[in-house]
């Protein structure tokens, strides 16, 4: 079995310091807790930046600046958002895009997301596809629904995306997939052969589709993104914290923990399409 890839999901576009004390906002802060999160064992960071006042935004100067701030520090994989918040516009939404990361997600489809929908329209990925392309960044395929992965095969058939491809399975949002260990295989057992996938457990789903995910063969993402505590009733103290524990699980588990430079040999990351 291939090495687990961790991806650190560090802020997200929902999460207040009200609600997680330790969540990074700031360029800086969102680039220590990405070298924090390396040192503890991931290869693959995600970024959403926050603006001055700690609100969610698509800044290219801001996603700038966590990019640089982050490349100081280590070689982690810089995978900027281009989800941004429900609100945000399609130009917006794209703005990281020009500064040519190695990754980026692309969100395959219209999602209700707890009490708002989290808008993508087949023009809306299509385009997201086409520039990715353009610019030779690897799309992550965000999965939220079962039909999402048809919506990515349809755009691979008109050549915007290549093979092998790397989806993130995100389970468990209010209003969308549940985080059940069923609905996981159910998705697993829909995409190409040959493909590499991602599992995000929303809140209580966290831990127990990371573990399974291990066992089947696929890779992991945690983070204040994703689920803020470290147990039920105990806010997790950082984000590094929930990297450490699935790179703890996986090695006990007898599968070893993938380093940038393996990470991006896994997932053809600068390699042929």
Same mark, same amino acid.
């Given at each position: 079995?291939?090495?687990l ?5 560090l ?7 009200e609600?997680q #004390? &330790?969540?990074p906002?700031?360029?800086q802060?969102i680039?220590?807790?990405a070298?924090?999160?390396?040192l503890?064992g ?7 930046a926050?603006?001055q006042?700690?609100? #969610? ?6 996603y700038k600046?966590?990019? /640089?701030?982050i490349?100081s520090r280590c070689?982690?994989i !810089?995978?900027?958002s281009t989800? *941004? &918040? ?5 130009e /917006?939404r794209?703005?990281p ?6 990754m980026a997600?692309?969100? &395959?489809?219209?999602t209700n997301? *707890?009490?708002d ?5 087949e023009e809306y990925?299509?385009?997201?596809a086409?520039?990715?392309k353009q610019?030779?960044i690897k799309p992550?395929?965000?999965?939220f629904?079962?039909g999402?992965i048809n919506?990515?095969?349809?755009i691979?058939?008109k ?5 092998p @491809?790397? !989806?993130d399975f995100v389970?468990g $949002?209010?209003?969308?997939i549940? *985080?059940e260990i ?6 697993v057992?829909? @995409?190409p052969?040959n493909?590499?996938w991602? $599992? &995000? ?5 966290e831990?127990?589709l990371?573990?399974?995910a ?7 993402r945690?983070? !204040?993104?994703d689920? @803020?505590?470290f =147990?039920? *009733?105990?806010?997790a =103290?950082?984000?590094?914290?929930l $990297?450490?524990?699935?790179a703890?699980i996986?090695? /006990?588990l007898?599968r070893?923990?993938a380093?940038?430079?393996e990470?991006r040999?896994?997932?053809n990351?600068?390699?042929e399409?």
């Amino acid at each position: 079995m291939e090495k687990l890839i961790i991806t650190a999901a560090l802020t997200g576009a929902e999460v207040t310091r009200e609600q997680q #004390p &330790a969540l990074p906002m700031s360029p800086q802060e969102i680039a220590q807790a990405a070298y924090d999160c390396y040192l503890a064992g991931a290869s693959i960071v995600h970024v959403h930046a926050r603006d001055q006042k700690g609100n #969610p935004t698509q800044s290219i100067y801001v996603y700038k600046e966590i990019k /640089e701030e982050i490349e100081s520090r280590c070689n982690i994989i !810089f995978q900027p958002s281009t989800g *941004g &918040a429900v609100y945000h516009t399609f130009e /917006e939404r794209r703005q990281p895009l020009e500064l040519n990361p190695e990754m980026a997600t692309l969100s &395959a489809g219209t999602t209700n997301f *707890g009490k708002d929908i989290f808008l993508n329209t087949e023009e809306y990925i299509e385009k997201f596809a086409h520039e990715m392309k353009q610019r030779k960044i690897k799309p992550e395929i965000e999965v939220f629904e079962r039909g999402h992965i048809n919506n990515a095969l349809r755009i691979e058939k008109k050549g915007l995306i290549d093979r092998p @491809i790397h !989806f993130d399975f995100v389970m468990g $949002v209010p209003g969308a997939i549940p *985080g059940e260990i069923d609905d996981l295989i159910y998705l697993v057992s829909h @995409i190409p052969p040959n493909s590499t996938w991602t $599992v &995000a457990g929303i809140g209580k789903y966290e831990l127990s589709l990371a573990v399974h995910a291990i066992l089947m063969g696929g890779h992991v993402r945690v983070g !204040f993104e994703d689920n @803020i505590y470290f =147990k039920k *009733g105990e806010l997790a =103290k950082s984000n590094a914290q929930l $990297v450490e524990r699935i790179a703890k699980i996986s090695i /006990e588990l007898g599968r070893e923990v993938a380093g940038p430079e393996e990470a991006r040999k896994i997932l053809n990351i600068g390699g042929e399409g």
